[in-house]
């Protein structure tokens, strides 16, 4: 797998070289989201509250006392 768009179209001319196959992440990433967009899915959600992009992926813990320090932030301003 040859990653970065500074290597797109490098597979091509390495695969007769090498003995294994020989991926372009760019190629593979444009023709993922190709079949994503044919497939037609209405993917759409509502759009998240502030609250909750701003701490999308963190645990519980972290995202509490992260959101204790923006309360106290907006009680002082």
Partial sequence: MLGGAGL???ALRLAPRL???VL???ACGVR???ALASLGLNLRRDQPTEDQSAFAGLG???ST???G???TR???S
Avoid: K, N
């Fill in 32 to 34: 993922f989201a190709l």
């Fill in 19 to 21: 003995p294994v196959p």
């Fill in 65 to 67: 006392v992260l959101a």
């Fill in 8 to 10: 797109a179209g490098l």
């Fill in 69 to 71: 320090a923006r309360q």
């Fill in 24 to 26: 372009d992440s760019l």
């Fill in 74 to 76: 907006a009680e002082r």
């Fill in 60 to 62: 519980v813990a972290l």
